[in-house]
């Protein structure tokens, strides 16, 4: 019998580097979960290249900040896949980029919505299905912070900065948790990375290039540059390694 291919799961896995994440990881011998919450044909054209590479795969709408459509993507997944052995918890937005002084209350409510209330979800979910101590067989989750956590994103976005330090408290105190649960659980800190994110979420389409000049390495990163930091964490080459966070920032 063919060995069992294990069963990645990644939110907002329909675009960006979360679709650069689901690519990666078919060609890397897993089966693929992507979650998307209205792009239904960007998420097909996911599929197609993920079983290109022999994987099965398959997407599951639901937007991130609902409780039930979490626990309905989980039950999806595994439905078509069987046991997830590994979530990237990846859908975020920023929200129109201001100061904070000018800023809507929607467009915060729905940042601290998605990013921090449904990566908690997320979690929670991989932890309840993932975790040993709860019947499963263990695996890992890997959460998409951002280099903003440490930088403030100071007259952009500071509530999308919070939202990513809440995902860096998350991810030390839940490897903590899940620990003895055969769970690891990691971060990586993507810089400026070329996706959508920059002219669909802030609304600034020259956004990305005019930052260019603070990145050390001088140019701005590529979506796979962070799947492998991911792919690697996820990986049993990552077997000691619990509640680090990576920077994948060209050193800014
Ligand atoms: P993106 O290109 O805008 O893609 C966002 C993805 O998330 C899409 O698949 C989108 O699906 C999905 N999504 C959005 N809201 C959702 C919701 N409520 N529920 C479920 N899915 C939802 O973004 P990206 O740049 O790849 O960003 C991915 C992650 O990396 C985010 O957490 C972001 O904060 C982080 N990050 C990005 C950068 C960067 O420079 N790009 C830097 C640091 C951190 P639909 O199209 O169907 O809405």
Known sequence: MPLKRPVVLITG???????AVAQLAAARGYDVAINFKSDREAAERVLEVCRASGAAAIAAQGDMALEE????????????????????NNAGIT????????????????????????????AREAARRLSTRNGGAGGS???????AARLGSANEYVWYAA????????????????????VRVNAVSPGITRTDIHERST????????????IPLNRIGEPEEIAEAVLFLMSDAASYITGANIPVSGGR
């Open 163 to 182: 939202s990513k330090g809440a995902i860096d408290s998350l991810t030390i105190g839940l490897s903590q948790e899940l620990a003895g649960d055969g």
């Open 203 to 214: 609304g600034d389409a020259g956004r990305m290039e005019r930052f260019r000049s603070k």
């Open 69 to 88: 459509d979490v626990a309905r993507m989980f039950d999806e997944a595994e439905a078509a896949l069987g046991r997830v052995s590994h979530v990237v």
């Open 13 to 19: 896995g329909s675009r960006g580097i979360g679709a």
């Open 95 to 122: 929200g129109r980029s201001g100061r904070l002084d000018a800023a809507a209350t929607e467009t915060i409510r729905s940042c601290v919505d998605i990013n921090v209330l449904g990566a908690l979800w997320v």
């Open 141 to 147: 989750i890997v959460n998409i912070s951002s280099a």
